[in-house]
Each structure stands twice: as C-alpha cells, then as structure tokens.
C-alpha cells in the first residue's frame, strides 16, 4: 500500500504543475478525486508544531499573526541513504538538505505570490519532504494591521473549499487548554463534515492544562457528546517556545514527548495511542485504507475524463507542424476538407443546393413572366418603329426591318433577368463558403487561413460571375442577333393579314394591320422567353456551380506553391487561446492515462 500513497502523491504533484490543484475546470479534476489531510486549526493552536513533529523536522516558518498565508502541500519521503531532504515543486532537481532554508523558502514564495502584505492565496506549495498533508492558514477571529476587513472570511472559506471535499481527511488541531466549545478547528470541521466520519480530532498543548484538569474524558465532555467523532482523540506535546529557542531539535522533542505520556498518571495507560508517532502511522494506515476504498471509483473518473479530454482535442484538432512542407500539407489538407464540404452543400449531402434550383424554377420564369412588352409593343411605339425602319421607302411585303426593331427591343429588356438569375446564384454559393467555412473545425484554429480561404473563394466567385454573366448575356444577344426563319416565312404569305402590296402604303399602317404586327412579335418573343428559361440555368450551372465544384481554390493552391515557410507559419497563426487549451489537455491527458496504468499495475500486483 506504500506504493498506492507514492502514486497519490505522484499524481497530486503532477496536478499542481498542471494548475489543477481543485479550483473550477471544464473538465473533473484528480485532486478533487484524490484523498488528501488537511490540517485546521485556529491562531497558535500548534498547528504547525504537530506537522513538524510528523515530519520529524523544524521548517516551518514563525511569527505572530497569519504565517501560513498560502496551503502547503506536503509529502514525506526518505531516501535509500536516509538522508533526509525536501524539495519544492516550483524548485524541481533541487534537494534542500538545510531544514532552516526550507522555512525560508516557504517565506519567499509565499511573498512571491501575496507580496509582503498580510493577504493571503489559495495556490499551494507543494513541499516533498509517504502522507500527504495540506496545511492550511489558521483560522482567525480579527484583522490586524495590514490585512483587509475580509481577512476572516477569506480564511474560512479557504479552508471550507479544501475540507469540504468528500475525499479530505480533517485533522482538526485543538489546545487542550482551552474550551474545545470555543475551538475553531470543531467548529468549522462540523460544518462540513456533521457526523465526525472523516475528522479526526487532535489535541495539543496536553503539558499545559491547569493543573487538577486532564483531557483524558474529551470525549465525554460537552463538545464531545454534541460532536462526536468516529475515531478517538489524539494528544500530542510540542516543544515549547523555550525548547523552539534553545533549537532542540525533533528527534530529542520526540523522546521528551514519550516520557511525558509514559509518566503521567493520568495518560500512561494510554501512552500507546498518544504523541505524534502514534499520530502520524494512524493517519498514515487511515489514508491507506481511503485510498484502497477509493480506487474503484478513482478509475471510474479516470477512464470518463480520458475519453472527454479525447474529445475535446479532436475538437480543437492537430497541433501546427514545424517544417515547410508539412504546414504546406496541413493547409491543403484543411483546405481540401473545406472544399469537400462546400460540395456536399452543392450536391444535396448538406443544405443549400436547393435554393439554386429555385432560383432556376422560380425567381427566374416570374421574372420574365413580369417583363412588361406592352410598352414596346403598344401600338404608338410599333408605328414609329415600322416608319423608321422603312426610311425613305416603305415595304413593300412586310416590314423585316420594323420586326428586327421591335423584337430587339423587346428582347433586350430579358437582360435584367438574365443578370439578376446570375447574381442570386453568385450569393447563394458565397452564403455556401461562409456556411462551408464554419463546418470546417479546422479552419475555426487559424483565424488568418480562414480569412484567406474566404477571400480566395470569395476573388474565385466574383471570376467565376463575371464570366458566367457574360456568356448568359451573350446567349440574350444572340437570340437578338439571329432571328429563327422558320417563324416568318409565313408572314408574307398571308395576303389577308396586309401582305398583299396592292394595298395602299396608308392601309398598311392602319390600327389592324399594326396590332398583328405587334401580336406576331409578342408571339416571337414569348417563345424565346421559353427557349432562355431552359438555356440561361444552363449557362449559368456551368460558368459558377460547375466550376466552383471544379476549381473553387485552384488560384489558392497556385499561389501556396510559392510561399516560404515564414509565410505558411503565418497562415497558421493558431488562436493562442486554443493552443494553451491543447497544450493544457495534452499534458493532463498524458497525467491520467500515466495514473490509470499506474494503478492498474498497482491493483494487479495486489492481488
């Protein structure tokens, strides 16, 4: 079991350097998994003399006031030679063999974090110094100079936010001299944990008491029938301030501490459940059995987070290559899963083909079903067309000038049409790349190479428009240009309708003969209407759709060819907040799949 308080151990120290040391996350958190001793106390309740006597060292920092203004984490260890050393996380490789430099460096990096005012913080210093303990700053009653108003509150709901947690194990720290209905440490450890099933109640200063008084019936006592705890009082003896001053060292205050309990009358009977020794294997065998009990559910956590982190880094996706051609590969690769989804939106897989066939069956036949030829074709306008086409001669037959006129006019004004069906077209596929753009998860990576491919696709369909427009304007012209023969030749023939050249020129520009003029050319022109409806969609498919299947990014991929490294990086330019975040996950990713074979080997080599 030593090696499953190694691996905790192991674990919270990697969850310090990840930043995961309990505050919130999106994700859970191992240290909020992990069982842990925290150590509560009030001002000058020993607090920091019962962790110096488990540890068996003098290193932490004195002083009136707050001293402990930051939670420290720590983690015994002893080395194959048994010499003794500490090393702090924020020092890696550096083993501290000078106890004295310990304290001092506990000072420094508190400063570090809360400058030399009175403040305080909730990031801990993980000290390695095989239990796992976290001291907490002692709880308080007032402000002194230097502190704000809310220093006491502070305080407490520090402490509150690392005993509140199911997997903490209290020591509750309380001088036997004093009231223990007074006592901070039982006040704040009942908020939290009513039952007394993971507190464990430790009283010091024993040596001190009053004399006729004992703390041999505590748990008899009124805080004790009112609060009672699942595991019994322990008592310890610090050194005294004079034994602090004269620097006993801890060995020597131990032996001290045993001749105490074993002399006493009235605690010699239960010598061997007293002192820091005793104190220290029962919290040490206690945390063995909490962890034991804990794995089932540890791995449980472990196996969850590790596909939830999966998925949120295929979510962010790959991270940047180094070299030139692989940012190269990376870009194409990206731009190509762009360019397959713009054609899944094109070919019906996603949404939006469909509004381009709308265009095609319905705004363009309304719209010319909405020309309107009666002007052109109003009896006025025919007359002064037939007249000016015939000159200084009328016609002789029928008038093939004043027909090419008119019709000419009339198909000219399709044009509009034929130019709005092309633009709807161009903004529907521009509405495609951008929706196209924001389905490609890669491309939400790099801010720069999004802007770049929405520019090259957007240059691409502006080319693609204006050729599109031309070719669709030019089938107009060209039904302008070149009349069909077939639907005249029978104009001169019909003697009845003012084909017959013996009538006179003036019988021949009557309202009668003018108006089946007109008719035959509205006739004309609706028939070709017809034939543009079904060539213009045509047209227009293969000057933009089809070509923005073929060739959206072509011009892209041209000018990428060209580009030096420096340039590619720069189209990678990934939000630096989702860098950190893969970074972040790769690295806590890498911490729980090392715990979960870790434990598993653990749990194996156990049975």
Known sequence: MENLISLVNKIQRACTALGDHGDESALPTLWDALPSIAVVGGQSSGKSSVLESIVGKDFLPRGSGIVTRRPLVLQLHRVDENREWAEFMHLPRKRITDFAAVRKEISDETDRETGRSKAISTVPIHLIVNLTLVDLPGLTKVAVEGQPESIVHDIENMVRSFIEKPNCIILAISPANQDLATSDAIKISREVDPKGERTFGV???????????????????????????????????????????????????????????????EYKHMANRMGSEFLAKMMSKHLETVIKSRIPGLLSLINKTIIDIETELSRLGRPIATDAGGKLYMIMEICRGFDQIFKEHLDGVRAGGDKIYGVFDNQLPAALKRLQFDKNLSMDNVRRLITEADGYQPHLIA??????RLIESCLSTIRGPAESAVDAVHAILKEMVQKSIKETSELKQYPTLRVEVSNAATESLERMREESKKATLQLVDMECGYLTVEFFRKLPQDVEKGGNPTHSIFDRYNDSYLRRIGTTVLSYVNQVCGTLRHSIPKSIVYCQVREAKRSLLDHFFTELGGKEARLLGKLLDEDPAIMQRRQNLSKRLELYRTAQSEIDAITWASK
Not at 399 to 404: A, D, T, V, W
């Open 399 to 404: 008038p093939e000038q004043g027909y090419r």
């Open 203 to 265: 009283l010091t200063k024993v040596d001190l008491m009053d004399q006729g008084t004992d703390a041999v019936d505590v748990s008899t006592s009124s805080i004790g029938r009112s609060y009672k705890l699942q595991y019994p009082w322990v008592g310890v003896v610090n050194r005294s301030q004079a034994d602090i001053n004269k620097s006993v060292d801890m060995m020597a205050a131990r032996r001290k501490e045993r001749e105490f309990w074993s002399s006493s009358p």
